[in-house]
Nanobody, 124 residues
Framework: QVQLVESGGGLVQAGGSLRLSCAAS????????LSWFRQVPGKEREFVTG????????LYADSVKGRFTISRDNAKNTVYLQMNSLKVEDTAVYYC?????????????????WGQGTQVTVSS
């Protein structure tokens, strides 16, 4: 089992920045792909970004490229999401997810573990 706990969400003005963290515990998390998804009410969960177990491979949704950066510290079992130049449309609940595979994928059904989510609200 893997437990994931997100933190760092909050309210920020458009153009501002936030840094989300996801602390993992349980099985050897360092071998997992770790990704961030987001969801707004009435819509499907959307892939934001993901990172391979060794940090050498990352994938970003087009909507966040150039603004968001994912990173991980396997010594701390933590993955981070640095969000800059935030837009109102980035408002969502952000979820951390883990996948016991080597490839970052965008399909939420292919992830094995999920955190409880953290709310990010961007005001205009």
């Amino acid at each position: 089992q893997v437990q994931l706990v997100e933190s760092g969400g909050g309210l920020v003005q458009a153009g501002g920045s936030l840094r989300l963290s996801c602390a993992a515990s349980g099985r050897t998390v360092s071998i997992y792909v770790l990704s961030w998804f987001r969801q707004v009410p009435g819509k499907e969960r959307e892939f934001v970004t993901g990172i391979s177990w060794n940090g050498r491979s990352t994938l970003y949704a087009d909507s966040v490229k150039g603004r968001f950066t994912i990173s991980r510290d396997n010594a701390k079992n933590t993955v981070y999401l640095q969000m800059n130049s935030l837009k109102v449309e980035d408002t969502a609940v952000y979820y951390c997810a883990a996948r016991l595979r080597t490839t970052v994928v965008t399909t939420p059904q292919l992830y094995d573990y999920w955190g409880q989510g953290t709310q990010v609200t961007v005001s205009s």
